[in-house]
């Protein structure tokens, strides 16, 4: 899509312009406009930078889960307690829930990290993409919420505990 767009921005040029790759080079000369990007960018790298924060924490705690997990798997199964029986399922609901929310959260990371190099190929292409650069804005936004919502799931469950059983 991104060398459509150049080519479609070349064709559209006059024949009297510069070739191509030197008016990108002329248009990229500009500090100003360099400065303007670099400003544009840095919500969305902080963003990346929460994202990364919110990830080392997730997979903190899905470290915890499998070393448990297999903690009780290397106990024989004749061998395990009616509360490991149970700590097992719960552990694997638990390890369930933070693989989507590794998975989402990863998503919104690469996502803004195509924010952030749209941003700087708009600066220098003729062609207009803002409204593709906020559609993929909130699509991060959606993504980091949903991987989010994973997390709270997992954190309620780990809370609640691994339950007896009623009766």
Known sequence: MLF?????AAAAAPEARLPFALEIFERTASTPRVQQVVQL???PAFLLSGIGAVMNVIMSRMIWIAQRIEKIEDTSEGHRTDRQ???IGWLLRRRRLMQGAIMFS???AVMISLVIGMLFVSAYIIAQIGTLIAFMWVLTMALLVTGLGFFLMETRLAAIGALPPKG
């Open 4 to 8: 459509d767009l150049l080519a479609a």
């Open 106 to 108: 990863t998503a919104a």
């Open 85 to 87: 029986d149970r700590e």
């Open 41 to 43: 960018s840095l919500a």
